[in-house]
């Protein structure tokens, strides 16, 4: 039913917390360090501190016309700035650590509503579809959805362009990032956070190393392999097996060897079930051998359980990103853009980077992370070398007609 | 055994007008009652669909309001004839309205859209067109999903029967003063979320859980392998768990209306019988059964019919090839941004439900459908 | 009751006992684990593996404010749709079961008809009509998508208690002089209860429970269910097990309170 939310790093202080409080203690120099006075932070603090962990209740995912919401005061000039993003992206102010928003706050005294009530690629386009193509607003200023859909808002003419001029750390974007295949101008977007797809497996129960997409299809683990009911990263890495390359696919045609593949498998009972982002739970109990899976979600889980591992297969993985941009009409641009040019800052992205624990877009990232904390720096699931970005691929951006061609046979599939 | 009250229309019996002669609203009161009925219902449709808007939305809301007002109007001044005929209009009226505006309304703009053909994928208006291809592609592309929706559906259905029954009767009959209490407990479990139960099933159906686990233990997951309620060790993601869960979710639907009915029979009806009849069994099968069938009836509908249309157990507990018809609307209308075809997946599902239970509600004998 | 006149008899009546045990004990089996795994204390996001029993989550229940929030919005919005629903629909049941009266069946048709139409087919098709009318998607919109599919349950359930009502009984009433209005509340309605309340109860658990519908028709107000999928795709944490504990308990207190004032009222009349 949902592509869901692909991205989940570990709101849970559980045992795992060992890296977490070194790293707390320290960013907390640091955080206090580019701030002004502690009073002011209290006073801004409160409002966004609510915002951001209220989640879905404070959402004003009812799109309306800007002006009729009440939730962002302030006309073009930017006071004031919403962002609507995933669950669980950004951090927070806790344990002595302040968090970005309230930092951008205190840094640049614009009013700032942060909520997290984008939790579906799928569910937020239905609920944008009927006002933005009307040629209404919504009311966030800023949405970050994942690269397809990205590309998708692209093509249907629904997002502004970004003012780049006043956004001078856009400078700082990885370069295998800029001018992307979902933002060929890249003047739409700039990637919140990145990502891999790959395969993650749980050691105990494959009993073996796996190195290929092909391990998926290996009947030892029939009836205990999960896919991703993401269709890119699933269809992508079994393409990429087949040698075909996703990142210039034109049409359908070229894609129907690994679809005619996993149908197969599916009709041989070997994949137990397409899975959102609830793999996780499957992978540590044993139920799934083997999955696809998001290299941000497996660093949480390996480090509870240090059976679980993430590998990039030989033949390639994919790359993702959900990217920020602008809904059009969106009213705080100004404000957008400042928000933009902040968290693009090496030294705030660090902080980012080292809670959310995803693949930050932007360079000169690892540097700051490991003044923070070392051991994080030297992930390779967070700071991948050359020869891993080499191996990862980013889906091409399909066309409406070929798009929908590739939604309905992976429907077809997963059995929907 | 219903003692219903007779109306006579057409007799001229209205008496309290003071005057000799009866108008005809006087004569004919249901015809004005019903008339009323379907004029403000298909006013409220018209407004709903968007076929009146602006000035003439506003004129139609003002007769609706003017029909009920009649209503009560005729109802005051007529004698107690006319108030007793038109009394289950007036009874009607609220819930059917609303109805009416909340469900028919959006009926009809969903019948529009399955009849429509979408410009592009994202458009928002579809273009009516009679574009009956919809219908086609719903019948012919999701064969496999309607079939194990209705196959799911009916065995969960059945189980449901199987398990409700015994225990709305022990409930009806052995309850006592404990009555109350024991069928708030059968309803207690349903205050917590659908999901939260559905996942918890997940839980305990894992190749870990504390089911399979048990069943391990106990040695029976060959034979349940055999016989296809298990998959090899495994007994999450296999039909039976979707089976399972549709079953568990849907029976206090079966059990309340089951118990309701049993409830109100008469205990001496019983024991008259059991005097005349040796055993417990034929009294059984032959008073208290047949006095039941409207619970069992009204409990079949609602639990065969939300059943068919479920999605969720699939999707917790269920693998890519136990798919119902309720994921494939989902992901039309969600995923692959289809409405016209989704809407149209919807009417045929409905469709193939109503000749269902109008097929079911003869074979029951019982006179109407509810 | 009737006695069992036989060993044999004696069996079957506990096995049936036995039965009705086990299935009792099936209803309230994820109940259980429900209530088991809120004293969890989980390695990461998703409680679903026991690791080791802890009381921090009962510490302080309602530590997770928008899903309290959430419980709230659906206890608030489940307790007057269930109020309107219930009253909407008992008198389409009456009227239904009372009376002939031309189109009955028409009638009757359009109650079940709802029942058939998937959820998803409903919500979706509601929010379009809430979109086409301007109307602003939140609280009011839900109550009002509630109360709609809540109607036809609520009849159907009354309807059938009140088809076996003898409504012989009213006529006798009026005849001895009563008025229609005192005859139904002193005889109608107190023979009917039964079936409304059990109509009201599942009615309730409907609200409580719906998640498609008040999808499409929340706007930004947040259930209970709504909120548990969203944050599922993200955690599942001990804290909405504690929460739906929490409801249990109140719940069977309520029953248990109940029960007790129904045993004492008893009591009250006999020794009169």
Same mark, same amino acid.
């Given at each position: 039913m949902t592509t869901p939310n692909p991205r989940v790093p570990n709101p849970f202080l559980g045992a795992s917390s060992l890296s977490r409080r070194q790293l707390i203690k320290r960013a907390g120099v640091l955080g206090a360090a580019g701030l002004s006075l502690p009073a002011f932070l209290a006073a801004c603090g409160g409002s966004s501190d609510d915002d951001a962990s209220s989640g879905t209740s404070a959402t004003g995912s009812s799109p309306g016309t800007a002006a009729a919401s009440g939730s962002s005061p302030g006309g073009g000039g930017g006071d004031s700035l919403y962002f609507e993003n995933w669950p669980a992206y950004i951090d927070p102010t806790e344990d002595g650590l302040t968090g970005t928003v309230d930092r951008f706050v205190a840094a640049t005294g614009i009013d700032m509503k942060y909520t997290e009530a984008y939790n579906d690629n799928n569910e937020y386009f239905a609920k944008i579809q009927p006002v933005l193509g009307n040629g209404d607003t919504i009311d966030p200023d800023i949405i970050a959805p994942t690269s397809w859909l990205t590309g998708r808002l692209i093509q249907l003419g629904w997002l502004d362009k970004l003012p780049l001029d006043?956004?001078?750390?856009?400078?700082?974007?990885?370069?295998?990032?800029?001018?992307?295949?979902?933002? *060929?101008?890249?003047?739409?977007?700039? *990637?919140?956070?990145?990502g891999f797809g790959g395969i993650a497996y749980n050691l105990d129960v494959t009993g073996r190393e796996l190195t290929s997409a092909d391990d998926l299809f290996d009947p030892e683990f029939k009836g205990k392999i999960g896919m991703l009911l993401e269709m890119r990263d699933t269809m992508g890495i079994i393409m990429l097996s087949l040698g075909i390359d996703?990142?210039?696919?034109?049409?359908?045609?070229?894609?129907?060897?690994?679809?005619?593949?996993?149908?197969?498998?599916?009709?041989?009972?070997?994949?137990?079930?397409?899975?959102?982002?609830?793999?996780?739970?499957?992978?540590?109990?044993?139920?799934?051998?083997?999955?696809?899976?998001?290299?941000?979600?497996?660093?949480?889980?390996?480090?509870?359980?240090?059976?679980?591992?993430?590998?990039? *297969?030989?033949?390639?993985?994919?790359?993702?990103?959900?990217?920020?941009?602008?809904?059009?009409?969106?009213?705080?641009?100004?404000?957008?853009?400042?928000?933009?040019?902040?968290?693009?800052?090496?030294?705030?992205?660090?902080?980012?980077?080292?809670?959310?624990?995803?693949?930050? *877009?932007?360079?000169?990232?690892?540097?700051?992370?490991?003044?923070?904390?070392?051991?994080?720096?030297?992930?390779?699931?967070?700071?991948?070398?050359?020869?891993?970005?080499?191996?990862?691929?980013?889906?091409?951006?399909?066309?409406?007609?070929?798009?929908?061609?590739?939604?309905?046979?992976?429907?077809?599939?997963?059995?929907? | 055994m219903t003692a219903t009250i007779e109306t006579e229309p057409g007799t001229p019996r209205a008496r309290s007008s003071g005057t000799g002669r009866t108008s005809w609203w006087q004569r004919h009161p249901q015809?004005?009652?019903?008339?009323?009925?379907?004029?403000?219902?298909?006013?409220?449709?018209?407004?709903?669909?968007?076929?009146?808007?602006?000035?003439?939305?506003?004129?139609?809301? #003002?007769?609706?309001?003017?029909?009920?007002?009649?209503?009560?109007?005729?109802?005051?001044?007529?004698?107690?004839?006319?108030? @007793?005929?038109?009394?289950?209009?007036?009874?009607?009226?609220?819930?059917?309205?609303?109805?009416?505006?909340?469900?028919l309304a959006p009926l009809f703009t969903l019948l529009r859209n399955s009849l429509s053909t979408l410009p592009s994928r994202f458009a928002i208006d579809a273009k009516f067109d009679w574009n009956f291809g919809n219908y086609a592609d719903a019948f012919t592309d999701f064969q496999d999903q309607f079939i194990r929706a209705f196959l799911y559906a009916g065995i969960a259905t059945v189980l449901t029967i199987a398990i409700g029954y015994p225990l709305a009767y022990v409930i009806a009959f052995r309850g006592g003063k404990y009555r109350n209490f024991l069928i708030g407990l059968v309803i207690i479990? #349903?205050?917590?979320?659908?999901?939260? @139960?559905?996942?918890?099933?997940?839980?305990?159906?894992?190749?870990?859980?504390?089911?399979?686990?048990?069943? @391990?233990?106990?040695?029976?997951?060959?034979?349940?392998?055999?016989?296809?309620?298990?998959?090899?060790?495994?007994?999450?993601?296999?039909?039976?768990?979707?089976?399972?869960?549709?079953?568990?979710?849907?029976?206090? #639907?079966?059990?309340?209306?089951?118990?309701?009915?049993?409830?109100?029979?008469?205990?001496?009806?019983?024991?008259a019988a059991k005097d005349l009849y040796s055993t417990s069994v034929s009294a059984f099968r032959k008073i208290v059964f047949p006095l039941s069938l409207p619970g069992v009836f009204a409990g079949t509908l609602l639990t065969f019919i939300p059943a068919s249309g479920d999605f969720v157990n699939q999707l917790y507990l269920g693998n890519p090839n136990t798919t119902m018809i309720g994921n494939s609307i989902q992901d039309q209308f969600l995923v692959q941004n289809n409405v016209p075809l989704a809407s149209a997946m919807s009417f045929v599902l409905m469709a193939i439900i109503t000749v269902f239970v109008l097929i079911y509600s003869r074979f029951f004998g019982t006179d109407d459908l509810v | 009751m009737s006695e069992p006149s036989s060993r044999r008899g004696?069996?079957?009546?506990?096995?049936?006992?036995?039965?009705?045990?086990?299935?009792?004990?099936?209803?309230?089996?994820?109940?259980?684990?429900?209530?088991?795994?809120?004293?969890?204390?989980?390695?990461?996001?998703?409680?679903?593996?026991?690791?080791?029993?802890?009381?921090?989550?009962?510490?302080?229940?309602?530590?997770?404010?928008?899903?309290?929030?959430?419980?709230?919005?659906?206890?608030?919005?489940?307790?007057?749709?269930?109020l309107i629903a219930t009253v909407l629909g008992t008198m389409i049941a009456i009227a239904l079961a009372r009376y002939k009266f031309a189109g009955v069946g028409l009638l009757a048709f359009m109650l079940v008809l709802p029942l058939t139409t998937p959820e998803i087919v409903i919500g979706s098709s509601l929010a379009t009509l809430f979109l086409g009318q301007d109307v602003d998607r939140g609280f009011r919109t839900v109550i009002i998508a509630h109360v709609m599919f809540q109607v036809s349950f609520v009849a159907l359930t009354v309807r059938a208690r009140a088809r076996g009502f003898d409504f012989g009984l009213e006529q006798a009433a009026q005849d001895l002089g009563a008025s229609p209005m005192r005859t139904f509340w002193k005889i109608t309605f107190p023979l009917l209860l039964p079936g409304i309340l059990a109509a009201a109860l599942l009615a309730f658990a409907l609200s409580i429970d719906d998640f498609i519908i008040t999808l499409f028709n929340a706007g930004s107000v947040s259930t209970f269910p709504l909120y548990i999928n969203a944050s599922f795709k993200v955690s599942f944490s001990p804290q909405v097990n504690v929460l739906a504990t929490t409801i249990l308990i109140f719940s069977v207190a309520l029953l248990g309170a109940g029960m007790l004032w129904g045993v004492y009222r008893d009591k009250r009349t006999k020794a009169i």
């Open positions: 006043l956004i001078p750390n856009a400078a700082n974007l990885r370069p295998d990032l800029v001018k992307p295949t979902w933002d *060929p101008t890249g003047e739409y977007s700039l *990637p919140w956070q990145t996703i990142s210039t696919l034109t049409d359908f045609a070229t894609a129907e060897p690994a679809f005619a593949k996993l149908e197969q498998a599916k009709n041989d009972g070997q994949i137990r079930r397409f899975t959102g982002n609830d793999y996780m739970n499957d992978l540590s109990t044993g139920n799934f051998a083997a999955c696809v899976g998001w290299s941000g979600d497996v660093v949480q889980l390996a480090r509870d359980n240090p059976a679980v591992k993430f590998i990039i *297969p030989e033949q390639g993985g994919t790359a993702w990103a959900d990217a920020m941009v602008l809904p059009k009409g969106a009213v705080n641009r100004d404000a957008a853009a400042k928000w933009m040019d902040f968290v693009y800052d090496p030294v705030q992205a660090a902080q980012i980077t080292a809670w959310v624990q995803y693949i930050s *877009p932007v360079a000169g990232v690892q540097e700051e992370v490991a003044k923070l904390d070392p051991d994080l720096a030297e992930n390779p699931l967070l700071f991948p070398d050359e020869e891993t970005i080499a191996r990862t691929h980013i889906f091409a951006n399909l066309s409406e007609e070929v798009e929908a061609e590739y939604d309905a046979a992976f429907s077809a599939i997963t059995g929907a | 015809r004005i009652g019903l008339g009323s009925l379907i004029l403000s219902g298909v006013l409220l449709i018209a407004v709903g669909t968007g076929l009146l808007d602006g000035p003439l939305a506003i004129a139609a809301l #003002f007769v609706v309001l003017v029909a009920i007002v009649a209503l009560i109007m005729v109802a005051v001044m007529g004698g107690l004839e006319t108030r @007793r005929a038109l009394a289950p209009y007036g009874l009607l009226n609220p819930g059917m309205l609303w109805l009416a505006l909340f469900y479990p #349903f205050f917590t979320s659908y999901l939260i @139960r559905t996942i918890a099933w997940q839980s305990m159906l894992a190749d870990q859980g504390a089911v399979t686990s048990f069943l @391990r233990t106990i040695h029976v997951t060959g034979f349940l392998d055999t016989i296809g309620i298990m998959d090899g060790d495994k007994l999450l993601n296999t039909p039976a768990a979707v089976i399972g869960g549709l079953t568990y979710n849907f029976l206090p #639907f079966m059990i309340l209306p089951i118990y309701v009915s049993l409830e109100k029979i008469d205990v001496h009806l019983v024991e | 004696t069996v079957a009546r506990w096995g049936l006992n036995g039965f009705a045990a086990v299935a009792l004990f099936y209803l309230f089996m994820p109940i259980l684990w429900i209530v088991i795994y809120s004293f969890n204390k989980p390695v990461g996001k998703f409680n679903f593996i026991w690791q080791e029993f802890t009381l921090d989550n009962w510490g302080d229940p309602f530590k997770d404010e928008a899903l309290t929030d959430a419980l709230w919005e659906s206890l608030k919005i489940a307790g007057i749709s269930t």
